[in-house]
């Protein structure tokens, strides 16, 4: 069980490190090509927030934004594979933050062409979301290993 239970974490976390790591080779002085699709969705993004919170919101530069997603994919990823709790939180804040905004679905018609692609991703992402959920509950269920007490000796006497 323990091998399969180890397994089955590689190849879930290499969904996440592979992306990381291939975010990590393109990026450059102006964060690679995620960072050019981060900034319309993230001006988007601010403009509603402005707009329902009623206060201008700081620029929030793609490159840094780009670097975090990096560490959450990438360290999340391998702390999750040796099983840590702290592995799989870090990746649940990273699907938590970037899926609403990288598939925006909800900003296009039923009728136009980037709907049904970016509904897809969306879903995919909340199914990874719900697995380590599921993957942390799993967890806390197991108790930790007991200490077995010894029978206390017979006093000799």
Do not use: C
Request: positive net charge; aromatic residues 14%; hydrophobic residues 50%.
């Amino acid at each position: 069980m323990g091998f399969f239970s180890f397994l089955g974490r590689v190849l879930f976390a290499s969904l996440f490190i592979l992306s990381a790591w291939q975010m990590f080779n393109e990026f450059g002085e102006d964060g690679g090509p995620a960072a050019k699709e981060l900034i319309p969705k993230l001006a988007i993004v601010k403009k509603h927030l402005s707009s329902t919170l009623g206060v201008g919101l700081p620029d929030i530069d793609p490159r840094n934004l780009v670097a975090a997603i990096i560490f959450l994919k990438g360290v999340g990823g391998l702390l999750f594979v040796f099983g840590t709790p702290f592995g799989a939180n870090l990746l649940l804040l990273h699907l938590a933050v970037s899926s609403p905004l990288l598939y925006d679905f909800y900003n296009y018609g039923i009728d136009e062409p980037g709907f049904s692609i970016l509904l897809n991703e969306f879903l995919q992402s909340v199914a990874l979301f719900g697995a380590l959920l599921f993957f942390l509950g799993m967890k806390n269920l197991i108790p930790r290993r007991q200490i077995k007490k010894k029978a206390p000796k017979a006093k000799a006497g």
